[in-house]
């Protein structure tokens, strides 16, 4: 098992900054690929940024350019930090690790993200 709990939503003004966070404990030697996800009010869950252990990075083409993501594996912990923020960015953000042979997804409970014009 793996738990993943993010920090660091809130609201911000567009053109504003907020970094995210994410720890990660419990079977953390399983983890493979990290990444970040949200979830705007009535649309699915996408892909916004994913890291692989050997610090290899993906990222959406809404965020390029202003998300970076990163990974600090001593501190079992994957940072989001976004810039110039915009109102299309508001959702919930939501960690993900990918674990185990099986190559299992898991799940943290989210943080709101709100960005105000």
């Known amino acids: 098992q793996v738990q993943l709990v993010e920090s660091g939503g809130g609201l911000v003004q567009a053109g504003g900054s907020l970094r995210l966070s994410c720890a990660a404990s419990?079977?953390?030697?399983?983890?493979?690929?990290m990444g970040w996800y949200r979830q705007a009010p009535g649309k699915s869950r996408e892909l916004v940024a994913a890291?692989?252990?050997?610090?290899?990075?993906d990222y959406a083409d809404s965020v390029k350019g202003r998300f970076t993501i990163s990974r600090h594996n001593a501190e079992n912990t994957v940072y989001l930090q976004m810039n110039s923020l915009k109102p299309d960015d508001t959702a919930v953000y939501y960690c993900?690790?990918?674990?185990?042979?099986?190559?299992?997804?898991?799940w943290g409970p989210g943080t709101q993200v709100t960005v105000s014009s």
């Open positions: 993900g690790a990918v674990a185990g042979p099986d190559h299992y997804y898991y």
């Open positions: 419990g079977r953390i030697n399983m983890i493979t690929t």
């Open positions: 890291i692989t252990t050997d610090n290899s990075t």
